[in-house]
């Protein structure tokens, strides 16, 4: 069987955990020739039946395939709505046996190895291997393949925006905005433009500890004060650093409808988040309802099966919410308790203002005046993140929250989450804002471990 086509300038040949990733993988080489080995087809039959977003996306890859299949068989070039050609090679048992001892097994990487040195041997033709499986590409680099990692939404995370800035103006300028409410600053003295909704940090060079806190307003592009706090906070927290001071202003503005919120463990993401989120629905009655989710994924071995009801399996996963509602109603201590007591959060779920659910049925909803809060969305796909954030019906907010450096799904890194990816393309939206939050306020001995260990 003849691998090769004459016009081939380079042949993609994508791993299983690429389609999974992102279901519109196979469209986004444009120009080039995407080769899909049978094994990775026999893998998404097996993917297909999963019930949450790993099993949609085989479903969907499934289904963009056999529209395909319509145009042509599948075994030859079938040409690509963006330029280039889609082919499905089946794997030789020859050329799996020729592979090295330790690889001559019936696996499935090895499968899709054998695919991509039978075409580099048979092809005149750049042959590149793509996976998000790290060791995949170490052995494929062993045996002189190309490989690269899926990167079309990889962030470069070192140099993701903060969200921050500080500028040196002079006295006059910060008075200005005290008096007025508003003030511009000289594009001269800026070493690269604000952006909107970014939070800045004025300080007068005549006197560096005199500064003010303000945020670039979208529609004006002028620097406004933060907003004024309650007196007792917002419910009943209180920032303790600049950062938090910044990110409370940006998820209390009802004209930002979405907000990220980036930071190590203990920085306060998710307390500042639900915080604001009690307060616009319990006290200002800006939204209809406060919801809270986030993807179940567990940090280590799974413990399996949990027996009980649907809350009984889902109180491990939202554990951590629950402490944060603790704290803020000062109601983690049930003792000495009346007999039909209810703490605090679930009160809230008894009158509508409050539901707490995983992502996993997220998709089909349409969720009109809701203050939407995302946890740990560093271990979603940028896919998953599209899909959420195309939820939100009218007058519905949503955060997302997360640390990039703390991922427990394998398919995503710091670079190629999805939380990272929607602040790199959303920086720019009137709509949108985002903080990274640095500075670690749950303890002294989490903040020591955070930065020793």
Not at 327 to 356: M, V, Y
Not at 391 to 409: C, H, M, V
């Amino acid at each position: 069987m003849e691998l090769c086509v004459s016009f081939m300038r380079k042949s993609f040949v994508l791993d299983t955990n690429v389609l999974l990733h992102d279901p519109a993988a196979m469209m986004k080489f444009e120009g080039q020739d995407v080769i899909l080995p049978i094994t990775v087809i026999e893998e998404l039959d097996r993917f297909k039946k999963q019930p949450e977003m790993t099993g949609r996306n085989a479903r969907q890859v499934s289904r963009t395939l056999d529209e395909l299949r319509k145009t042509g068989h599948l075994t030859e070039p079938v040409a690509l709505p963006h330029g280039g050609t889609l082919r499905v090679v089946l794997c030789r048992r020859e050329t799996l046996k020729a592979l090295p001892a330790e690889l001559d097994r019936d696996y499935g990487d090895n499968a899709i190895l054998a695919v991509a040195l039978e075409l580099q041997r048979d092809c005149d033709c750049q042959v590149v291997m793509v996976s998000k499986d790290t060791n995949l590409r170490i052995k494929a680099d062993a045996l002189g393949l190309d490989a690269e990692d899926y990167e079309t939404d990889k962030v470069d995370f070192s140099d993701l925006y903060g969200g921050t800035a500080e500028v040196w103006v002079d006295p006059e300028t910060i008075d200005h905005l005290f008096k007025t409410g508003a003030t511009e600053i000289n594009p001269a003295q800026l070493q690269k433009p604000l952006l909107p909704n970014e939070a800045v940090t004025l300080i007068n060079q005549s006197n560096p500890t005199h500064t003010a806190l303000g945020i670039v307003e979208a529609s004006t592009r002028k620097i406004v004060p933060l907003t004024k706090l309650p007196y007792g906070g917002v419910s009943r927290i209180q920032p303790r650093n600049r950062e938090q001071q910044f990110a409370l202003d940006l998820l209390l503005r009802d004209d930002i409808q979405l907000v990220t919120l980036v930071g190590k463990a203990g920085t306060g993401k998710t307390l500042l988040a639900i915080a604001a989120g009690l307060q616009k629905v319990a006290d200002e009655h800006i939204y209809s309802r406060l919801l809270i989710s986030r993807p179940v994924i567990p940090m280590g071995k799974d413990l399996g099966y949990l027996p009980g009801d649907v809350n009984d399996k889902l109180t491990p996963w939202m554990q951590p919410l629950y402490d944060n509602f603790d704290l803020i109603f000062g109601t983690a201590d049930t003792s000495n308790k009346p007999l039909h007591w209810r703490r605090g959060h679930e009160e809230l779920i008894e009158h509508g203002l409050l539901q707490i659910e995983p992502l996993t049925y997220i998709r089909g909803r349409t969720l009109p005046k809701q203050f939407f809060v995302v946890d740990e969305a560093q271990n979603l796909t940028p896919h998953e993140v599209k899909t959420i954030l195309t939820r939100a019906g009218e007058g519905t907010k949503i955060i997302l929250t997360g640390d990039p450096e703390q991922i427990d799904n394998p398919y995503v890194d710091a670079s190629s989450n999805g939380l990272t990816y929607a602040v790199e393309r959303f920086k720019h939206e009137a709509i949108a804002a985002h903080i990274t939050l640095s500075r670690g306020e749950r303890s002294p001995l989490a903040e020591r471990a955070t930065k020793l260990l």
